[in-house]
Structures are given as C-alpha cells and as structure tokens.
C-alpha cells in the first residue's frame, strides 16, 4: 500500500476572500472564518475528485515495495505466448509533478539510505508522473515491508491563485454557492452538487487503469 504525507502546505487558496463574498454578495458583516472554511472545504473537494495539487506544495510519497513485473489487465483469451512485462517505473500519485527532492529507502533495521539520483530520471512531463529507471540500474532492494521507500517532490500548477486553471476556480466557487445555499439542510437529506461542478472539473481529472503495490490511485491527502 501507499500513502501520501504533506510536507510542505500551500501558502494560498486557489479563490481569494473577497471574491468569493462578492460571488455570494455577502456583506462585510459576515464573519471571514466562515468564508474561509468553505474555500478550504471547496479546493480538498475538488483536489480529491481530481487528484490534482492546486496551489505547490511539497507532498511525500511513501510505498511499501517495489514489484518489477507487470501484470497487465487481460481481456478476452490471449492465443499468444505468456510474455512477462518488466516494470521500470514508479507513477507518483499527485500531479501535476514539478521536481523530485530526493527518494530515500529503509531496510529492516531502520537504516535510511538515499536513492543515487543518477539511478533514475523524474519524468514530470508524462501524467501521471513517474520515476523511470535509467539503463542498467534497478530499483533498491531489502526494504523493510512498511513505507520501504519514500518519494519527497513539489507538486502544483503554482504558486499564486492565478496559476490554477480558470474552469477549476469556476467549479470551486459553484461549490462553494452549492454549499451555502444548503448550510443548515437536515443532515438526513442527500443533496447531489450541480452536474455543472463535475463537468468543470472533469477534463482536470487524472485518470489510471490497473493497480499495483506503487502505482497508487489517489484518495485524498494532499489538501
């Protein structure tokens, strides 16, 4: 399995305070905070629904192990030779992926030990982005059975509001009139976000097929 930690937080939202009251033609009188937590509540929905960083923040990636082959997801009967597929890759789950810190591993005494950069390149233009292993080399071997490796890069679309996609800020301020249009709703009702939000923030998605031990789908955890 796999997790994702937030080593560094984003220093902005994606929607400034004042535009989202004059969206919702809210008065001064209304407390800033309330405002605040419907930003933050509307950017973790659509970064979850997305599996996008918003606004740049360093994320670390921890795996628990490495499978070098690939078992690729067959349909129909295959008449042909059993072929085995070598993995040379690890996908890192939040995108978009700017650089790669470092990569670091653990054996089963706790040592740490740092993965030679010139072992592998960090391939951000591909997403999701991956480590891909350079000619020769292989991927460290005798990791402890928990977060053997951990992956520590900068991930986001920049670091200034104006940087996040205009259709994603678009989505993130109908979420937020969904949400205070409904404050208060009996916590017993359903009530569905316009299909307009996820036709926003669909194009943006990262979309994967197949799963592995490191080829993660991401959940949630980059807020």
Do not use: C
């Amino acid at each position: 399995m796999s997790g994702i930690t937030v080593v560094t937080k984003p220093a902005d939202e994606p929607l400034g305070l004042t535009e989202v009251k004059d969206f919702l033609r809210l008065d001064d009188q209304i407390d800033d905070s309330f405002v605040r937590a419907f930003i933050i509540a509307a950017r973790e929905f659509a970064e979850n629904y997305t599996g996008k960083a918003f606004i740049t923040r360093t994320v670390k990636f921890s795996i628990d192990g490495i499978s070098e082959v690939d078992s690729g997801l067959w349909e129909g009967m295959k008449t042909g030779p059993y072929m085995t597929y070598y993995n040379d890759y690890i996908e890192l789950p939040v995108a978009p992926a700017i650089a790669v810190s470092s990569i670091v591993y653990y054996d089963d005494a706790d040592t740490q030990s740092t993965w030679a950069s010139s072992a592998y390149y960090a391939d951000t233009v591909r997403e999701p982005a991956r480590i891909v292993l350079r000619d020769g080399q292989s991927f460290p071997t005798n990791l402890r059975k928990a977060n053997g490796m951990e992956i520590t890069y900068t991930a986001g679309y920049g670091s200034n509001p104006t940087d996040v996609p205009e259709a994603i800020r678009v989505a993130m301020l109908q979420y937020i009139v969904h949400m205070y249009e409904h404050r208060g709703d009996d916590e017993g009702k359903a009530v569905e976000f316009p299909p307009l939000i996820r036709s926003l923030l669909q194009p943006y998605k990262t979309m994967r097929y197949g799963d592995s031990p490191y080829m993660a789908t991401y959940k949630s955890g980059i807020a």
